[in-house]
């Protein structure tokens, strides 16, 4: 098979893994067809997304809505990105706070969501590192939105507090937002098991070598 990718499918940082609302791809504006031309690699969406759930999932609404999804926003103009991300979020309504605009299956590195101050803004790509922590929403916030966050960060803290299933995107527990990462305190072990099971291995593939 092929060998792994060893760099990010959609490049770094930037709007990168967009949810496209199916209304707004409906209208037809100009605005779509200049996003239809200058994307592609996308997911197509929309069937029965938006039902097929028992409203106990952790897909949020902006997911459920969509037409598209993972599309790579990050190359447009920043003025075109701005419109797109008025519409987008006015497309959820229903929402009281942030809703999200991220898918998160191929989400960049450096990925943040829009300014905290003005939802309407793209976290600009000259910001810091810190900068962007402090004023742009993070990448969880942006794929999950605040309020289903809040609820998956309490489920994360009272099954996993020290956070041992961990990976960049993933839902953090409550107690280390801001913090470091704990240490993990690791048993020591004996190898022999290990060893001979490898052995073991290697006899298999000696033996079927032959054949």
């Given at each position: ?25 409906a209208e ?128 994360k803290t ?23 990462d704990p ?29």
């Open positions: 098979g092929p060998l792994p990718g060893w760099t990010p499918d959609k490049g770094y940082g930037g709007w990168c893994s967009a949810q496209i609302p199916k209304s707004w791809l037809a504006g100009k605005d779509v067809y200049e996003v239809l031309f200058q994307t592609g690699g996308e997911h197509v969406t929309g069937g029965n997304v938006g039902i097929a759930h028992d409203q106990m999932s952790a897909i949020p609404p902006a997911a459920r809505g969509t037409g598209l999804s993972s599309t790579n926003l990050s190359h447009l103009d920043v003025e075109l990105q701005e419109r797109l991300l008025k519409a987008f979020i006015s497309d959820n309504t229903t929402e009281r706070t942030f809703p999200g605009i991220t898918e998160p299956n191929h989400v960049c590195p450096d990925s943040f969501g829009p300014i905290k101050s003005d939802i309407t803004k793209i976290c600009p790509e000259d910001y810091s590192l810190e900068q962007k922590e402090e004023l742009c929403y993070s990448i969880q916030e942006s794929i999950w939105g605040i309020e289903i966050l809040d609820r998956l960060e309490a489920i009272a099954v996993d507090p020290d956070n041992l299933f961990d990976c960049y995107p993933c839902v953090k527990p409550k107690k280390m937002q801001g913090t470091e240490p993990i305190q690791v048993e020591s072990f004996s190898l022999r098991g290990v060893e001979q099971s490898f052995s073991s291995l290697l006899g298999i593939w000696a033996l079927f070598s032959f054949f």
